[in-house]
């Protein structure tokens, strides 16, 4: 059974930092391609970062600079380091194996001071 359980959103004030983190059963990450999306209240789902299994990256331009995704094999986890975080980047962040299609519960990230 595949899980992608999301963790490390909260309420930050605007130039702050966050720390999202998927962590995946069922599926490796090193072995598959990877993926975080958000969707805002009202707002369609929104692609915000991937990392393929060669480790190449791609951002949007909303969050380039900004944002990082990264990969622990080891923990067989999926991290998204956020900064400068804006308070129109309040959503709630989904991690997606792409590859498969699994996607986690999501977590929630509100940033407003």
């Known amino acids: 059974q595949v899980q992608l359980v999301e963790s490390g959103g909260g309420l930050v004030q605007p130039g702050g930092s966050l720390r999202l983190s998927c962590a995946a059963s069922g599926i490796s990450v090193s072995f ?5 999306y958000r969707q805002a209240p009202g707002k369609q789902q929104e692609f915000i970062a991937s990392i393929t299994t060669s480790s190449v990256t791609n951002y949007a331009d909303s969050v380039k600079g900004r944002f990082t995704i990264s ?13 400068s975080l804006k308070p129109e980047d309040t959503a709630v962040y989904y991690c997606k194996c792409s590859r498969l299609g699994y996607w986690g519960q999501g977590t929630q990230v509100t940033v407003s001071s």
Do not use: K
Request: proline share 0%; glycine share 0%; net charge neutral.
């Open 32 to 36: 598959n391609a990877m993926a975080w």
């Open 71 to 83: 990969r622990d094999n080891a923990q067989n986890t999926v991290y998204l380091q956020m900064n």
